[in-house]
């Protein structure tokens, strides 16, 4: 487990920047105990984890180090960042803009759908198109994250069918992608 080099940190941070706006800086900010968070990577993933409990993970040797803290994603081989969906606690408690979706809404995102106008239920207002958002239920609870397809004045003039958020990651991928989901290799 390394700390990440300046270009990995540059694309990772534009990658949360998406997600949280300007929030960013409370992931790293120094906690009231005096310890903060920092990012660390393991082979392709990236982990965030307490500084602390990074720096006693030094003693385990790296091929002997399976995980640490909370997945946040990884990279690949072209050197682009894709979140996982265990960064989706994070994501949520930082989101600048979000996303509700209606009960029938739930199942086709949970099932690896776009979302479309009709199961929207609220949006964050002003979202711009290209943006990333976090995915909720009608009860505030996270299900996701996606991209949006429009923005929100745009979407309002759409048909029902229409597409209004390109799904990145969802719930439901802990079932259906489980075998590969948190692989060492």
């Not at 990440?4 to 940190?9: A, C, F, R, S």
């Not at 809404?105 to 290209?130: Q, T």
């Not at 309002?156 to 692989?183: H, K, M, S, V, W």
Request: charged residues 25%; glycine residues 8%; aromatic residues 10%.
């Amino acid at each position: 487990m390394r700390p990440l080099t300046e270009q990995e940190t540059k694309v990772l941070f534009t990658k949360l920047a998406n997600y949280t706006g300007n929030s960013l800086k409370n992931l790293i900010a120094p906690l009231p105990d005096g310890d903060r968070f920092c990012f660390r990577l393991n082979k392709d993933r990236v982990y965030y984890v307490r500084l602390s409990i990074a720096n006693l993970a030094t003693s385990i040797a790296r091929d002997k180090l399976l995980s640490l803290g909370t997945c946040i994603g990884k990279f690949t081989k072209t050197g682009k960042f894709r979140l996982h969906i265990t960064a989706l606690e994070i994501l949520s408690e930082h989101a600048r803009w979000k996303v509700w979706v209606r009960p029938n809404g739930e199942m086709p995102f949970l099932y690896g759908g776009n979302i479309v106008k009709a199961h929207v239920g609220r949006w964050s207002d002003d979202c711009p198109e290209h943006q990333g958002v976090v995915v909720y239920n009608m009860n505030d609870t996270p299900l996701g994250f996606g991209i949006t397809a429009r923005s929100t004045a745009e979407a309002r003039r759409l048909d029902p069918t229409g597409i209004t958020c390109f799904r990145q990651a969802d719930c439901g991928e802990y079932l259906r992608d489980e075998d590969n989901l948190f692989a060492t290799t």
